[in-house]
């Protein structure tokens, strides 16, 4: 089961990360001025995730694909690490659609 995992930058700034159930990142988010912030992040990533025109399909300078994760105002709430091909980032975004909804608030921060 996935979790998502607040830290603290060393700024100050709070972020999360929603990890997969074997520990590996899928989703990382922008950096937040209060925990309340990012808390509404985790939440926002949790009811976009359902909806697949919330992906935003990219690919990197270097011909690396990944994506963004958009709220409904076009805001972006995650980003994803870069893969090896098109159909590993289909992968991780299936991951965040299956481990979001119901991922455990890890407070590390």
């Known amino acids: 089961m996935g979790k998502f995992v607040i830290t603290t930058r060393k700024n100050g700034e709070f972020q999360f990360s929603l990890k997969a159930g074997n520990g590996?990142?899928?989703?990382?988010?922008?950096?937040?001025?209060?925990?309340?912030?990012?808390l509404n992040g985790v939440?926002?990533?949790k009811k976009n995730s359902q909806d697949n025109a919330r992906f935003e399909r990219l690919e990197a300078k270097n011909?690396?694909?990944?994506?963004?994760l958009k709220a409904?105002?076009?805001q972006i709430i995650g980003?994803?690490?870069m893969y090896e091909s098109v159909a590993?980032?289909?992968?991780?975004?299936?991951?965040?659609?299956k481990n979001a909804p119901d991922a455990a608030v890890d407070d590390q921060s």
């Open 24 to 38: 590996q990142e899928i989703l990382g988010s922008e950096g937040y001025t209060t925990k309340a912030a990012c």
């Open 43 to 45: 939440e926002s990533v």
């Open 63 to 68: 011909g690396k694909p990944y994506f963004n």
């Open 72 to 74: 409904t105002n076009g």
């Open 79 to 81: 980003t994803s690490e």
């Open 88 to 97: 590993a980032r289909d992968n991780g975004i299936q991951s965040v659609k």
